[in-house]
């Protein structure tokens, strides 16, 4: 029986740096870290002085959803913290 033909696969050359510096979507995600932080702390200030003032501060018109908005302030704080990289 005829044996068959042996092929030779050509060796693997790995792509330039210069192409893949191309290829990287460079962002600034410079600003991420801070928002997230100031986001953390205005929603964290937010609930203590509303606390400590016996709900007479920051807005006294909204009572205890006052509790609502500076948990919503740390919410954005984690939805900020999912651009983070």
């Known amino acids: ?46 609930i203590v002085v509303f606390y400590v003032a016996d709900g007479t501060l920051p807005i006294k018109a909204l009572g205890n959803w006052n509790i609502v908005v500076g948990f919503g302030f740390i919410a954005g704080g984690f939805g900020v913290s999912t651009q983070w990289k």
């Not at 792509?15 to 932080?37: C, D, E, F, H």
């Open 1 to 46: 029986m005829p044996k068959s033909r042996i092929r030779k696969k050509a060796d693997y050359t790995p792509p330039s740096a210069s192409k893949q510096a191309a290829n990287i979507k460079l962002t600034n995600r410079g600003w991420v870290a801070p928002v997230m932080l100031a986001l953390f702390l205005i929603g964290l200030v937010w």
